[in-house]
Nanobody, 117 residues
Framework: QVQLVESGGGLVQAGGSLRLSCTAS??????????MGWYRQAPGKERELVAS???????NYADSVKGRFTIARDNAKYTVLLHMNSLKPEDTAVYYC?????????WGQGTQVTVSS
């Protein structure tokens, strides 16, 4: 059974930093083949892509986080990280980890990030 477990969320003041971590289980032999991503959903809004990293290491970022967030993966540890700097109140949301390989898609349970002004 595949599980994605996020951690690292919390409450931070504007301008601060957080590091989110997502560790996968059940993907021991295929984790490196999965594209990994971080999505977020704020109250009353649709879930949106924040950042993604392909199996080959190519990255993609939402315009709203470019230059502030960095996604990275460690295939040996079945982990994907999201480094978030210069946080803004509008970054407040539940952040979800996503793994995708072909038609297979997995989601984590989410971790809350709250940025106070």
């Amino acid at each position: 059974q595949v599980q994605l477990v996020e951690s690292g969320g919390g409450l931070v003041q504007a301008g601060g930093s957080l590091r989110l971590s997502c560790t996968a289980s059940g993907l021991t032999f295929t984790f490196g083949r999965h594209a990994m991503g971080w999505y977020r959903q704020a109250p009353g809004k649709e879930r949106e892509l924040v950042a993604s990293i392909s199996s080959g290491g190519s990255t993609n970022y939402a315009d709203s986080v470019k230059g502030r967030f960095t996604i990275a993966r460690d295939n040996a540890k079945y982990t994907v990280l999201l480094h978030m700097n210069s946080l803004k109140p509008e970054d407040t949301a539940v952040y979800y980890c996503n793994a995708r390989w072909g038609e297979l898609v997995y989601w984590g349970q989410g971790t809350q990030v709250t940025v106070s002004s």
